[in-house]
């Protein structure tokens, strides 16, 4: 048996540890309800109740819909973590590998429109009225979505693939992305425009707002919303710090990576780093739309009313109870 074959032997789902199985399991189904929630009532409150959409709206609208595609294939992960054999076929599994690039490459570029967004409205108030062009940001998002389905679609057709072996049973395709290496041309490409370039975007609009802010540059807009602007992009730096950047340094250093293939939990780790991302993306709603506030606020309030209600009537059944032991002693 050659090299290759003895590889994708190694890269087995069989031989993935019980420890990875098990904490994706409980890791994904806490993606998955906690994301599905969120982002359905981000985009609810984003295309349906927004009365006046702004460029951010549409940015916001495009981030919710993302997420949630993204979250629609996490039901096929977790089955199979939990069944060890793949009932999919190949073609499926080719596409959930390949959105696992996708995602992230999106996500980036949005993050960075708002970011260019929030650094027209601080630093550039004169074009303030292009922060209310929806037929602009509609525009970007377009051309974004189809220049980065372009530039996946070639992860479809693959020569190499790692559950030929196992007569597709498998589907490693999906956890690892070792099998990427056959296109390392196109993938540090993605690397320096998908990655790269956004997040050198997003930190100078953050650089830019705060020295604009830190001389005293005078602007019509109110305290409030610098004071916005500047926690939206601090949460969107953060948040690609936290969930994007491990997982694409892990991605570049796999990419150089010679010799056997194997289980990386470096790897492993990154990736749920970035599929946090989709829960994490309730903060930024929470910090762009009023409307989003007064919805999570309302089921906070509702929550709360239904636990005083409930208080109530296991008092008044105490006292209830109490008295009806009094009036049979009597």
Request: proline share 3%.
């Given at each position: 048996m050659n090299n290759h074959n003895q590889s994708l032997i190694i890269m087995s789902g069989s031989d993935h540890p019980e420890e990875y199985r098990i904490s994706s399991l409980v890791f994904y189904s806490f993606i998955f309800v906690i994301g599905l929630l969120v982002n359905m009532t981000a985009l609810w409150v984003f295309s349906c109740t927004t009365k006046k959409r702004t460029t951010i709206t549409i940015y916001m609208m495009n981030v919710a819909l993302l997420d949630l595609i993204f979250i629609f294939t996490l039901p096929f992960r977790m089955h199979y973590y939990a069944k060890r054999s793949w009932f999919f076929g190949d073609v499926s599994c080719r596409v959930l590998s390949t959105f696992t690039v996708f995602y992230?490459?999106?996500?980036?570029?949005?993050?960075?429109?708002?970011?260019?967004?929030?650094?027209?409205?601080?630093?550039?108030?004169?074009?303030?009225?292009?922060?209310?062009?929806?037929?602009?940001?509609?525009?970007?998002?377009?051309?974004?979505?189809?220049?980065?389905?372009?530039?996946?679609?070639?992860?479809?057709?693959?020569?190499?693939?790692?559950?030929?072996?196992?007569?597709?049973?498998?589907?490693?395709?999906?956890?690892?992305?070792?099998?990427?290496?056959?296109?390392?041309?196109?993938?540090f490409f993605r690397l320096a425009f998908f990655?790269?370039?956004?997040?050198?975007?997003?930190?100078?609009?953050?650089?830019?707002?705060?020295?604009?802010?830190?001389?005293?540059?005078?602007?019509?807009?109110?305290?409030?919303?610098?004071?916005?602007?500047?926690?939206?992009?601090?949460?969107?730096?953060?948040q690609v710090l936290v969930c994007f950047v491990p997982f694409h340094i892990c991605f570049a250093l796999l990419m150089l990576e010679n010799g056997p293939?194997?289980?990386?939990?470096?790897?492993?780790?990154?990736?749920?780093?970035?599929?946090?991302?989709?829960?994490?993306?309730?903060?930024?709603?929470?910090?762009?739309?009023?409307?989003?506030?007064?919805?999570?606020?309302?089921?906070?309030?509702?929550?709360?009313?239904?636990?005083?209600?409930?208080?109530?009537?296991?008092?008044?059944g105490s006292v209830r109870s109490l008295s009806n032991i009094n009036s049979e002693m009597i």
């Open positions: 992230p490459s999106v996500a980036l570029w949005l993050l960075a429109f708002i970011s260019v967004d929030r650094y027209m409205a601080v630093v550039q108030p004169k074009h303030a009225k292009e922060l209310k062009n929806t037929t602009k940001a509609l525009i970007a998002c377009t051309g974004l979505w189809i220049m980065t389905v372009v530039t996946t679609t070639p992860l479809l057709f693959l020569h190499s693939d790692s559950d030929n072996i196992s007569n597709f049973t498998t589907c490693i395709k999906m956890m690892d992305i070792i099998y990427l290496k056959e296109i390392s041309a196109l993938n990655f790269l370039i956004p997040l050198v975007t997003m930190i100078g609009c953050y650089l830019a707002i705060t020295y604009s802010l830190t001389h005293g540059r005078k602007s019509k807009l109110k305290p409030k919303v610098k004071e916005r602007s500047i926690k939206i992009i601090v949460t969107l730096i953060i293939v194997s289980y990386n939990p470096w790897g492993a780790f990154t990736t749920f780093l970035m599929n946090l991302s989709t829960c994490l993306d309730v903060i930024l709603y929470y910090l762009v739309s009023k409307q989003f506030q007064a919805r999570v606020i309302s089921v906070m309030l509702y929550r709360n009313y239904l636990r005083s209600v409930r208080r109530k009537s296991i008092r008044s």
